[in-house]
């Protein structure tokens, strides 16, 4: 016979043998947010400022930072080469250059720009608090085996389009071959040895500012690339002296490589195509003491461009089917 004075009451309540669970499991408290937030996976490589931590202003005040880091750059430079030239005797404002030395001019405009480098590394994570190698592709980081293709790619590209170039100079009667005399050792190794080692670093820090940089600065407000693939190409040309055909020469070279940047996830296919056109374009001169012509950017000869086409149509192409290929990473992960 049921007895409801035997029934056990509820577990927890007084008299129900209540099982205690004691208090919770210490748990240590949250650690500090990181500096460097990343970006969501999934992202395209123009938007990877959109970091959860990104505010209107934050582009601004990065692209602040570099455009002074570029003056500042500038004034230190010239100083340092101003010294260099007084203390060797290198005359100074000669035919319109600043110093009467080829090579010590070639220098200090490149290491001008080759040492902007870390200031556009340090808007990216002082000012945007995002880590710097976002800047160099959706991965992250350079990726040194893509770069590489890149390079060999653009070696080809360059070539063809040299041979192009000349192929339509003699095609309108215009001679090249002033472009392959011989200045002697001597005066040609320390040319060598400026171009082979500065380039690099000069061309990479334009694509970081010009197709890093604004593309991405652009991309934090807009969902379509284009603006801040033009701008950067209008800005990249407005640092150029060149007039008539060599506007349209840097402006299409600007666009293609902003396109790229976006197509290919990184700023690899243009730093290598940057690199080697400016490494192919300053040896010839300094091979053949032209050197101080070379650095004097004025009027390009229509016959120009043909090279310039050439060069760009093949390394898109060829470029965006190994890209294709290679399956390379185009979003974040």
Same mark, same amino acid.
């Not at 990343?38 to 959860?52: K, N, S, W």
């Not at 243009?270 to 004025?298: C, E, K, M, T, Y």
């Given at each position: 016979?049921?007895?409801?004075?035997?029934?056990?009451?509820?577990?927890?309540?007084?008299?129900?043998?209540?099982?205690?669970?004691?208090?919770?499991?210490?748990? #240590?408290?949250?650690?500090?947010?990181?500096?460097?937030?990343?970006?969501?996976?999934?992202? !395209?490589?123009?938007?990877? /400022? $959109?970091?959860?931590?990104?505010?209107?202003? !934050?582009?601004?005040?990065?692209?602040?930072?570099?455009? /002074? #880091?570029?003056?500042?750059?500038?004034?230190?430079?010239? =100083?340092?080469?101003?010294?260099?030239?007084?203390?060797?005797?290198?005359?100074?404002?000669?035919?319109?250059?600043?110093?009467?030395?080829?090579?010590?001019?070639?220098?200090?405009?490149?290491?001008?720009? &080759?040492?902007?480098?870390?200031?556009?590394?340090?808007?990216?994570?002082?000012?945007?608090? $995002?880590?710097?190698?976002?800047?160099?592709?959706?991965?992250?980081? =350079?990726?040194?085996?893509?770069?590489?293709?890149?390079?060999?790619?653009?070696?080809? /590209?360059?070539?063809?389009?040299?041979?192009?170039?000349?192929?339509?100079? &003699?095609?309108?009667?215009?001679?090249?071959?002033?472009?392959?005399?011989?200045?002697?050792?001597? $005066?040609?190794?320390?040319?060598?040895?400026?171009?082979?080692?500065?380039?690099?670093?000069?061309?990479?820090?334009?694509?970081?500012?010009?197709?890093?940089?604004?593309?991405?600065?652009?991309?934090?407000?807009?969902?379509?690339?284009?603006?801040?693939?033009?701008?950067?190409?209008?800005?990249?040309?407005?640092?150029?002296?060149?007039?008539?055909?060599?506007?349209?020469?840097?402006?299409?070279?600007?666009? *293609?490589?902003?396109?790229?940047?976006?197509?290919?996830?990184?700023?690899?296919?243009?730093?290598? =195509?940057?690199?080697?056109?400016?490494?192919?374009?300053?040896?010839?001169?300094?091979?053949?003491?032209?050197?101080?012509?070379?650095?004097?950017?004025?009027?390009?000869?229509?016959?120009?461009?043909?090279?310039?086409?050439?060069? *760009?149509?093949?390394?898109?192409?060829?470029?965006?089917?190994?890209?294709?290929?290679?399956?390379?990473?185009?979003?974040?992960?």
């Amino acid at each position: 016979m049921y007895d409801p004075s035997q029934q056990r009451p509820p577990a927890g309540e007084p008299g129900g043998g209540a099982y205690f669970p004691g208090p919770p499991p210490w748990q #240590a408290p949250p650690g500090p947010e990181p500096w460097a937030v990343p970006v969501a996976p999934g992202t !395209r490589y123009d938007h990877m /400022a $959109r970091t959860p931590v990104n505010r209107w202003w !934050r582009p601004l005040v990065g692209t602040v930072v570099i455009a /002074a #880091a570029f003056v500042g750059v500038a004034v230190v430079v010239l =100083l340092g080469g101003t010294i260099v030239a007084q203390l060797s005797g290198v005359p100074m404002l000669v035919d319109g250059a600043t110093f009467g030395d080829p090579v010590l001019e070639l220098s200090v405009m490149l290491l001008s720009i &080759a040492l902007v480098l870390p200031f556009v590394f340090g808007a990216a994570w002082l000012v945007q608090r $995002r880590p710097p190698g976002t800047l160099s592709s959706v991965a992250g980081r =350079l990726r040194w085996g893509w770069l590489l293709i890149c390079l060999l790619v653009a070696l080809g /590209a360059v070539i063809l389009g040299q041979v192009a170039m000349a192929l339509t100079y &003699a095609a309108t009667g215009e001679g090249v071959g002033e472009l392959f005399g011989w200045v002697g050792w001597e $005066r040609f190794l320390p040319a060598l040895l400026v171009v082979v080692v500065l380039v690099p670093f000069q061309a990479a820090t334009e694509e970081y500012v010009f197709r890093g940089w604004v593309l991405q600065g652009f991309g934090a407000y807009f969902r379509n690339p284009w603006p801040g693939i033009l701008l950067g190409a209008a800005m990249f040309t407005s640092l150029h002296a060149y007039t008539d055909w060599g506007i349209v020469d840097v402006f299409s070279f600007g666009v *293609l490589m902003g396109w790229m940047a976006v197509r290919t996830g990184g700023l690899e296919a243009p730093i290598a =195509l940057h690199v080697v056109n400016n490494v192919v374009s300053f040896l010839p001169p300094a091979a053949s003491g032209d050197l101080g012509d070379a650095l004097r950017q004025g009027t390009v000869p229509w016959q120009a461009i043909s090279g310039t086409v050439v060069q *760009l149509g093949f390394f898109a192409v060829v470029t965006l089917i190994i890209a294709h290929k290679r399956a390379i990473q185009t979003v974040s992960r």
